[in-house]
């Protein structure tokens, strides 16, 4: 808010500028910077060894806005003093308008001056879209009306000027991509006379009044306030300009509008950034310690809830942990007696084992030989793929050959993509599909050969439209003959030369006119038309029509039939992968299968020997169920001082769990009144604003040219957008 106030200033002092340039419109329209104050050539030594291009772009327009021409004007400060300076634009007509040197253009718009030391002074014209629209428009008593229609009419007369702001953008603004507008401040301004205009007003504005003439000056930012997102309350950015009078007789001489950026590109927000990021780490440091606090005495708080609430459970779980301690020493005597039937399982164990021993050998032998022949198999599995798909790869070939010699149009066919695209070109070929395709190829051919003759075609209308206009002459002048008899009586030197280039004279006047002009251009285009639909009527035109649908007839047939044969074979190719990779899968299995097979030998000889080992474990094991059940005594007596010492336990836990709710909601409150005021206090949107305001200034800064630059180059330019006159 106070960064947006702050500049406000600046933005009334360039209006002040604006109204001194709407004064002296007829030098600067077509000036093209050519003429540069010596204080702006001293400005340059800033920069001693940068080139820097200022730019002047002149937008001629007609009373609504809508531009007609676009002439800009190029400076090249050549402060280094070069030889050569090498410029890129990209604008139509470049000439040298101060000075006589030379340029070589390149194959990339890339323009090299022959500087030899010198500025360099250029102009040219541009069709590209202009980065700020302007549309004017008028309201008479509260009604919309014309320009044409306004001149010459009495009342309160409304004019707006609205701004639509096309340059822009896409930048991570506070962590998220963001539209940044180039901040273009609009500054319009026109002059109005006091005996046409009263109680003039305008929006966002100054009005001056010098006794005879009123000066309007309004400034405009259209694109600022997305920019900045801010809401409409806190501050306003207006994207129009409305300047309201009392009118007598409306007429208008012109409007003249400044279009800049360099109000963000002055701007210094480098040093912004230091106490509002020492302020921002201490309260963020605040804020997490604050958190931190916060979610560890909620974990507390649970954990306690969690162990008091269990309780019961811890309580019962020892009781229960006593009982299952008497029946764990039952049950030793009991693993006793199991142990000695134990030992005489492991002797049958030990026979089973030899028997497995041997079926396992069998089993080796036969696996072995299988994984033999699927070797075998597999090792062609990648010579009849590759021979498959060279196959198709051919079939597809030959299949693009055959459609580019439809002449058809068609991605390239891959196994993957083929069916996709010739039922796309099958789709595409119906009769109305066909019949379009063959009726453009002829219209355009025949449109070809008719505008190869539109310089004869014009002459011969010219002509004739001169004839009709000497006729007029003739009779203004009082000669009371026709064209014909004149120009007789001329070759026969019966005009004198006087008469003669006083209607010669007229003639040509005349024919130079708009109004002729148009009229020799309405009746070429005319007579273009009439020849073209002539044609595309003939009999010869219509076959060639017919023809051409005959042809993607076939074609189309063509087309379906192919899509069949590669189909066909689709299949067959598919079964082959199909064939080889259940080839290769078997081979793997029984690869598996032969490394199984001897694992399984290994693992009966161990178990074998293991037989052994268990019989003498189990002696061992009879040993320590001795051992045992005695330490079981002494844990059952332990477990009985545990039961009786729960209960102190769980007074102290409900102690804690109060004391830790307690300081849960004191953390609480603490940060939600008093770090959380502080931070919105203290912080607020500023960072955030701040951010946004380095994105305006380097988006700004980024344009520095409309025509085209250098990468190299210092620059900046500006946009005067001048309006037609509105004339009774």
Not at 266 to 287: G, H, P, Q, R, V
Request: aromatic share 6%; net charge positive.
């Amino acid at each position: 808010m106070n960064i947006v106030k702050k500049y406000a200033p600046k933005v009334l002092s360039l209006l002040l500028s604006l109204t001194i340039i709407c004064g002296i419109t007829a030098m600067t329209a077509y000036s093209a910077g050519a003429e540069k104050s010596s204080s702006e050539s001293s400005a340059s030594s800033d920069t001693k060894d940068k080139l820097t291009k200022e730019e002047t772009v002149y937008v001629i327009a007609d009373a609504e806005g809508n531009p007609d021409k676009v002439i800009v004007s190029d400076w090249i400060k050549n402060t280094g003093k070069l030889d050569k300076i090498e410029d890129k634009t990209s604008l139509d007509k470049v000439k040298n308008i101060k000075g006589d040197e030379k340029y070589t253009l390149n194959g990339d718009n890339m323009y090299i001056w022959d500087a030899k030391g010198s500025d360099i002074y250029y102009q040219g014209t541009s069709k590209k879209d202009l980065p700020v629209d302007l549309s004017v428009s008028y309201r008479l008593d509260g009604k919309a009306i014309s320009p044409k229609d306004l001149a010459g009419k009495s009342g309160r007369v409304t004019m707006r000027f609205d701004y639509k702001n096309n340059k822009y953008e896409n930048v991570v603004v506070n962590g998220k991509k963001t539209k940044i507008y180039v901040p273009f401040v609009m500054l319009t301004g026109t002059m109005l006379d006091n005996e046409k205009f009263s109680n003039v007003s305008v929006n966002n504005g100054k009005v001056i009044n010098d006794g005879s003439h009123t000066i309007v000056a309004g400034f405009a930012t259209p694109g600022l306030e997305e920019d900045l997102d801010l809401k409409t309350d806190e501050v306003e950015f207006p994207n129009y300009v409305e300047i309201q009078a009392d009118v007598k007789d409306f007429e208008l001489t012109t409007t003249m509008t400044l279009a800049t950026n360099d109000v963000f590109n002055d701007i210094d927000f480098s040093k912004a950034d230091e106490k509002i990021d020492e302020l921002d780490k201490k309260l963020n440091k605040l804020t997490d310690a604050t958190d931190k606090l916060i979610d560890g005495s909620s974990k507390l708080y649970g954990g306690l809830s969690t162990m008091l609430s269990k309780s019961d459970t811890l309580i019962s779980g020892v009781k229960n942990l006593v009982s299952g301690a008497k029946q764990l020493q039952s049950g030793t005597s009991k693993l006793d007696k199991g142990a000695g039937k134990l030992d005489k399982g492991t002797g049958a164990l030990k026979k089973g084992a030899g028997t497995l021993s041997v079926g396992i050998s069998t089993l080796q032998a036969g696996v072995s030989q299988l994984a033999s022949g699927l070797g075998t198999l597999s090792g062609n599995s990648s010579t009849l793929n590759s021979g498959a798909k060279q196959v198709f790869d051919t079939l597809l070939s030959t299949a693009d050959k055959q459609i580019a010699a439809a002449g058809i149009k068609a991605e390239k066919l891959t196994i993957e993509n083929y069916s996709k695209v010739l039922s796309g070109i099958e789709d595409s070929l119906t009769d109305d599909a066909l019949y379009k395709i063959a009726y453009n190829t002829a219209l355009n051919t025949v449109t070809e050969t008719v505008k190869a003759q539109e310089s004869l075609i014009k002459s011969q209308v010219e002509e004739a439209v001169k004839q009709q206009v000497l006729e007029g002459v003739l009779k203004k002048a009082g000669l009371n003959m026709s064209a014909a008899e004149y120009n007789k009586a001329v070759a026969a030197g019966s005009i004198s030369s006087d008469v003669k280039a006083q209607i010669e004279g007229a003639l040509d006047q005349q024919m130079k006119t708009d109004t002729i002009t148009a009229t020799v251009k309405a009746k070429v285009d005319e007579q273009i038309q009439s020849l073209i639909d002539s044609n595309m009527n003939s009999e010869t035109v219509k076959n060639q029509i017919s023809e051409g649908v005959a042809k993607g007839k076939s074609g189309a047939s063509a087309i379906s039939e192919l899509k069949k044969q590669l189909d066909s074979y689709n299949k067959f190719y598919q079964g082959v992968l199909s064939y080889t990779s259940g080839v290769d899968s078997a081979k793997s299995g029984v690869d598996k299968l032969n490394t199984g097979s001897k694992d399984l030998s290994t693992g009966a000889n161990k178990l074998v020997k293991g037989t052994k080992t268990l019989k003498k474990g189990t002696k061992d094991l009879k040993k320590g169920t001795k051992t045992l059940n005695s330490g079981m005594k002494t844990f059952v007596s332990g477990l009985d001082k545990l039961s009786s010492g729960t209960g102190v336990l769980i007074n102290g836990v409900k102690q804690l769990k109060d004391g830790s709710l307690a300081l849960n909601t004191g953390l609480k409150t603490y940060k939600e009144q008093g770090v959380n005021t502080l931070v919105k206090a203290v912080n607020g949107d500023v960072k955030g604003l701040l951010n946004r305001l380095k994105a305006v200034s380097k988006v700004s800064s980024n344009y520095k040219s409309f025509g085209g630059i250098n990468p190299e180059m210092d620059g900046k330019v500006d946009f005067i957008y001048k309006t037609n006159s509105i004339e009774k």
